[in-house]
């Protein structure tokens, strides 16, 4: 059954990624856990299949007596772990990976977004067996200066680092020329590093497309490639990357009131370009709005899209899972 656009009430909001705090994410104090999600929501208002049982006190030694880490198929390619919101976790992040795995994500790719956050986001990936790690500067973290990119390149030194970025062009922010011309020297240097360490790329666009396909066809890598994440851009830009040898991930936007332009883009999507991603904490989907977005919220997005392709959730998960390891070939 298909969603209609206005069928779930919730506002269209095109998130910046990590650069736009939405309102009413933040301060969550509900503590709640993922029921299993084997079931496909397929009414026009679903309910919310979270279930409030007080995550923090139940412990995962009682989420193992009911089966939940069995469930183990989703991964959420992209997210910010270094940023989530800790409150419904007490400050604990090992409890929000902890409720990700009990909610069935398998893996977690981490994104760095500046030369600040990198070495962060690495010993994150080091500290857990099922996160890896990306390194980058974020398009609107270019602001005067081009960031030096020999400090990517010793941050991708780590085994556990699968990929380079987020990087990109992001115009909706970035209006002046200068701060442009800043993003787009700082994505060349970050292609050709990822082509010279033959690694995917991350890639965020936004406002950006000819110039975003432009450089992935002078600079990026056919074999390697990389994905458009957070993808809310054209069929036709879809169509482009695709041919590019790219991929594309889709987050929790999918779920939105307006999106439907984007439920089209991934009605056509070939099953095996196909990734998912929360981009947590940016960006809760349906029916989490009003909470800031985790990884184990990729469940979700991973039961609407598998809707939108007529599969159930188990298949959409096998198969995503599939491509991200094929993308992200040092992920094992
Ligand atoms: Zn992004
Ligand atoms: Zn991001």
Same mark, same amino acid.
């Given at each position: 059954m298909k969603r209609s656009c206005f069928a779930n009430g919730d506002p269209v909001v095109r998130g910046g990624c990590h650069h736009l705090q939405l309102p009413g994410l933040s301060g969550s104090s509900s503590r709640q856990h993922p029921a299993n999600g084997q079931v496909i929501n397929t009414s026009e208002?679903?309910?919310?299949?979270?279930?409030? $049982? !007080?995550f923090s006190e139940v412990g995962s030694s009682i989420l193992s007596g009911l089966g939940f880490q069995e469930i183990r198929m989703f991964i959420?390619?992209?997210?910010?772990l270094d940023r989530l919101d800790l409150s419904a976790y007490e400050g604990n992040l090992d409890l929000a990976v902890e409720a990700a795995r009990a909610a069935g994500v398998d893996r977690i790719l981490c994104i760095g977004i500046d030369l600040e956050n990198g070495p962060e986001v690495v010993s994150l990936a080091q500290r857990y067996e099922d996160v890896y790690a990306s390194v980058g500067v974020h398009p609107l973290d270019c602001k005067e200066m081009v960031p030096d990119i020999d400090m990517v390149r010793s941050l991708a030194n780590h085994k556990k680092v699968v990929a380079i970025g987020e990087t990109g062009l992001d115009y909706y922010y970035a209006t002046t020329e200068g701060v442009q011309a800043v993003q787009r020297q700082s994505f060349i240097n970050h292609l050709e590093l990822a082509k010279g360490l033959e690694l995917p790329v991350v890639v965020h666009t936004r406002d950006a497309r000819e110039d975003t396909l432009d450089f992935l066809r002078e600079y !990026?890598?056919?074999?390697f490639a990389g994905v458009l994440h957070c993808f809310t851009e054209s069929l036709a830009m879809a169509k482009a990357a695709l041919d590019l040898n790219y991929y594309i991930s889709i987050s !929790? $936007?999918?779920?939105?009131?307006?999106?439907c332009a984007l439920r089209e883009v991934v009605e056509y999507l070939p099953m095996d370009r196909l990734l998912i991603e929360t981009d947590s904490p940016y960006l809760t989907p349906i029916p989490h709005r009003g909470k800031s977005n985790e990884p184990r919220f990729v469940a979700d997005v991973a039961r609407f899209v598998a809707e939108l392709k007529g599969v159930a959730p188990e298949v959409l998960g096998k198969k995503t899972s599939e491509n991200f390891y094929r993308l992200f070939y040092r992920a094992v």
């Open positions: 208002n679903p309910p919310d299949p979270v279930t409030d $049982i !007080g959420d390619s992209h997210c910010h !990026g890598s056919r074999e !929790g $936007i999918v779920t939105f009131r307006n999106a």
